[in-house]
């Protein structure tokens, strides 16, 4: 039972005007299978549809290979789904000087989002928006001072990882080993059934076959959200943001902390169910002068120690919407990064990309709606 304090309402806890229509790319592969069906076609045409969306990057029904989806199944396509698979009407691209590419997508149902191509020596990593805007507030994240605009819709989020992956072959044409994480703009937990829905699409048999260990979702901290994660089958790993080892200091950086605060996170990860080998990983959002002491360095470990986990010390990177706040020295990154080894702490200190392109951690954030 959550005994959260309630004495304010929630902008995640408001409804949602979801879309009235839906794409060819949110629907799961049993879901266009049942589509099918109704439509009394062969079910191979789904197989063939769905492969065809997934792995050939299709984005036109007119692209089909008609010799072997039915013109039948084709035009019952075209006239379901307008447009059919183009989720976005334009896309700009930023490239960064350290290989990184910044994409701004324009969605055919209105507004923009932007998420962040990432190459490394042997993968490549999406940085995935599953939000229009943010309802969660967090300070130290320019996507917070939009608000919240509307959930996107799993192909929306599907369709950023299908446009990446055409746009960065890897060698010989071949795709390179994708990680995706859900850590763009947005609160991915507030949107946790599309979220599902495009997590089953990236790793269906038929289709991409992400593996879900390369697949990983960023919260700050929505409780019951993280255990209804907990209760599915299958599920990306989970990242949860601290930036804060107090109430009170959390409170008012974070103010999902409000409703639900560290203590109580905590019990919920400790109760979290991993598979072998698995760890939560604790994204903690370093801010000079306001949580790298080597106090909050301690309490952290502390907090790291109750069940297995990684802790990523990212660096803040300033913005526009964060006046105020400031970026930690290299000394002080080192210092708090040694004081969680000495305690015990598994931990990393994660460089981000694209900082000439208001590409890293924190900076994401469109001026529009439209």
Same mark, same amino acid.
């Given at each position: 039972m959550d005994h959260a304090p309630r004495h304010e309402a929630y902008p995640w $806890?408001? =409804?949602?005007? +979801? =879309?009235?229509?839906? @794409?060819?790319? $949110? @629907?799961?592969?049993? +879901?266009?299978?049942?589509?099918? !069906?109704?439509?009394?076609l062969k079910e191979t045409n789904a197989q063939l549809i769905f492969k065809a969306i997934q792995r050939q990057g299709i984005t036109s029904t007119d692209a089909f290979d008609r010799t072997q989806i039915s013109r039948r199944a084709l035009a019952r396509l075209s006239a379901h789904s307008a447009p059919p698979l183009q989720v976005f009407h334009k896309v700009e691209s930023f490239a960064s000087e350290d290989g990184s590419v910044k994409y701004l997508y324009h969605l055919s149902g209105g507004g923009q989002v932007e998420s962040v191509y990432m190459p490394f020596e042997n993968r490549a990593t999406y940085c995935i928006s599953s939000q229009m805007g943010c309802a969660l507030g967090c300070t130290f994240c320019a996507t917070g001072a939009m608000g919240f605009q509307r959930h996107l819709t799993p192909g929306e989020m599907v369709g950023q990882v299908l446009h990446m992956r055409r746009m960065h072959p890897g060698p010989g044409g071949q795709s390179a080993r994708i990680n995706v994480v859900f850590m763009g703009m947005g609160e991915p937990l507030h949107n946790l059934n599309n979220l599902l829905c495009a997590f089953q699409i990236l790793t269906h048999p038929q289709g991409l076959v992400l593996s879900q260990k390369d697949i990983a979702v960023s919260t700050s901290g929505l409780v019951p959200k993280i255990e209804l994660l907990g209760e599915q089958p299958t599920r990306p790993r989970l990242m949860v943001s601290i930036a804060a080892t107090t109430d009170s200091a959390r409170s008012a950086i974070m103010p999902v902390n409000r409703a639900y605060p560290l203590e109580r996170l905590m019990q919920s990860l400790e109760k979290f169910p991993l598979q072998k080998g698995e760890r939560i990983m604790l994204s903690y959002v370093l801010i000079a002068g306001v949580n790298d002491h080597i106090d909050d360095a301690k309490r952290l470990a502390a907090m790291s120690l109750r069940f297995p986990s990684l802790v990523n010390i990212i660096p803040m990177n300033a913005h526009a919407a964060s006046p105020g706040m400031k970026e930690p020295t290299e000394s002080n990154i080192q210092t708090f990064y !040694?004081?969680?080894? $000495?305690?015990? *702490?598994?931990?990393? #200190?994660?460089? *981000?990309?694209?900082? $000439? #392109?208001?590409?890293?951690?924190? !900076?994401?954030?469109? =001026? *529009?709606? *439209?």
């Open positions: $806890d408001l =409804p949602v005007e +979801e =879309p009235n229509h839906r @794409y060819l790319l $949110d @629907y799961t592969y049993e +879901e266009l299978v049942r589509l099918i !069906q109704h439509w009394r !040694q004081a969680l080894l $000495d305690a015990g *702490s598994f931990a990393t #200190v994660r460089r *981000s990309r694209g900082r $000439d #392109v208001a590409a890293a951690c924190g !900076q994401l954030i469109t =001026p *529009s709606r *439209s």
